[in-house]
Structure formats: structure tokens, C-alpha cells
């Protein structure tokens, strides 16, 4: 009997892991929600210079992106063979290039209003997929799904996929590309990096 307990007890407290595990769905969306009204439109539809937009879109991308995680990923396995120097240093201007990058690619829904699709599940622990459209005035809806981590009962974007390209996985795929042919391998790639967002 009191083996039976203790095996009960045990499934309890497994299950009760796994679903403290699971991402709150809508506490996700209403998260994006967040992002896309009071960030990206606002932002986007402001009358204000260039530099006013990416200082902006700076704030937003600090708040409510994981920018030390995506960096991690996206430099792939050179993460684990950079320097502490190069890590930082590819951060920051890997922080400061995507800003920019970004700021203008949403200059496409300027005007516009996401609509909210519901969620996907994901197959990384602690993460989720919030599925947005973009009504357009010609074709079919844009579609923007955002990658979305909980940790802590805090989200954060480590992922947007635009029209099924993830920005995240083309980053990986073009920087390990360049830093094979660099001969100055990460050190390259900070150096391109840094001129691309000047």
C-alpha cells in the first residue's frame, strides 16, 4: 500500500511539473497583443524622423525580445568557440543592426492591424507560437507568427517568421556561411556586421 502511495504521489508530482511546464497560451497572445498595439503600430504609424523610429524600436526590441538568446542562436555552434569579447561584441551589434533591419521591414504594415490566428504548440520546452495576419490592400493576408519563450512567468519574442521564412534561422544559415569563408571567422562577421548597420 505504501508503495502504491508512493508511486501515486510521484505521477502527481510529475504531472503537476509538466503542466507548470506548458506555455499559458493566452497569457502569450495577450503578450504579442501587447507588442503589436502598443509597440510595432504605434511606432510604426508615428509621424517622427527615422532616428526617433529606431530609438523607439530600440526600447521595444530590448523590452520584449531575448536578444541574448536569439544571438546564441544564430551564431550557432561559433557560440561555444567564441571569446567572451566576441560574444558581447556580436550582441551589441547584432542588437543594433536587427533594430534597424527590422524597423524598416515593418514599415510594410504601416496603417495596418494585426489579426490574432490562436496558437501553436512548440516542440522547445517553454515556447509557443502566436499566429498574426496582416490584412493587406492587395493579395492575401501577411502572415506573422511570433516564437514566443515563458520563463519565469515573463515572455519574450526569440523568433518572428515572416511569410514561413524564420528570421532567426536565415541569420543562422547566412552567418555560418560567411564565418566558414572569413578568414577572420567571428571577428569577419562582427566587422560586416558593424558596417551594415552604419
Known sequence: MRKLLTFMAAVFLLSTGLAQAEVNAQKAEDFIKKVTTQGIEEI????VSVEEKDARFAKLFNEYLD????????LGRYWRTSTPKQRTEFIDVYREMNIKTWSKRFDEFKGKTFVFKGTTPSNSAGQIFVNTEVPMEQGAPAKVVWRVKEDDGKFKIVDIIIENVSLAITARNEYAAF????????????????????
Open 44 to 47: 510604426i504609424n508615428s509621424d
Open 67 to 74: 536578444l541574448d538568446f536569439i544571438g546564441r542562436f544564430v
Open 179 to 198: 564565418i566558414k569563408k572569413s578568414p577572420d571567422g567571428v571577428d569577419g562577421l562582427i566587422a560586416n556586421l558593424r558596417e551594415k548597420s552604419k
